[in-house]
T-cell receptor, first 117, second 116 residues
């Protein structure tokens, strides 16, 4: 089955530093990947849509300069949280599906728990 | 915009019994897909079942089945013979059909407890 790998699974950083999270599709090509954020005991909220070779599309209220997304290849998207603050602490999870397959379920990475101190 | 509503924040069921989780959605689209995902404490998102809107037949997957009522925009999940391992957060999700790729829209989730 389709596998999405997300790294790191857990990261602690100091306020003001930047953190990069990687999302890889291991056995399929993904022209589009999605980044979600999940606060404790809440649902997954879409942050942005990452498109290979072009700029990401951000949801309303998500700061594109704080959450930098790069999708340089068909198997890798990265989310960089810049100048992190404690309020950025959250669970971030990426997802992808096979190219052009909207009838397929999204496959999720295992998520990254970010703690900003 | 599409919305997904799960009106039951928490549910509980006795082991081996049956439980139904509710989900309604709002959309103006005629073609779409619906999913139930399970999120255990590990927070991994696990696909439970999917339903294509153009199919009238309800999807089933072993102990999991859905009651899909397109006109009512309702998509409930029935878990039969509940097991302790079924305890988790369950999310109902909607995905617009499109030639490209579209994101999932999630409900707020239902936390299911299974009582031994």
């Amino acid at each position: 089955g389709a596998v999405v790998s997300q790294h790191p699974s857990r990261v602690i950083c100091k306020s003001g530093t930047s953190v990069k999270i990687e999302c890889r599709s291991l056995d399929f090509q993904a022209t589009t990947m999605f980044w979600y954020r999940q606060f404790p005991k809440q649902s997954l909220m879409l942050m942005a849509t990452s498109n290979e070779g072009s700029k990401a599309t951000y949801e309303q209220g998500v700061e594109k300069d704080k959450f930098l997304i790069n999708h340089a290849s068909l198997t890798l998207s990265t989310l960089t949280v810049t100048s992190a603050h404690p309020e950025d602490s959250s669970f971030y999870i990426c997802s992808a599906s096979k190219q052009g397959a909207s009838d397929s379920p999204l496959h999720f990475g295992n998520g990254t728990r970010l703690t900003v101190t | 915009a599409q919305t997904v509503t799960q009106s039951q924040p928490e549910m509980s069921v006795q082991e081996a019994e049956t439980v139904t989780l509710s989900c309604t959605y709002d959309t103006s689209e005629s073609d779409y897909y619906l999913f139930w995902y399970k999120q255990p404490p590990s927070r991994q998102m696990i696909l439970v079942i999917r339903q294509e809107a153009y199919k009238q037949q309800n999807a089933t997957e072993n102990r999991f089945s859905v009651n899909f009522q397109k006109a009512a925009k309702s998509f409930s999940l029935k878990i039969s013979d509940s097991q302790l391992g079924d305890a988790a957060m369950y999310f109902c999700a909607y995905r617009r059909a499109y030639s490209g790729n579209t994101p999932l829209v999630f409900g707020k989730g239902t936390r299911l407890s299974v009582i031994a």
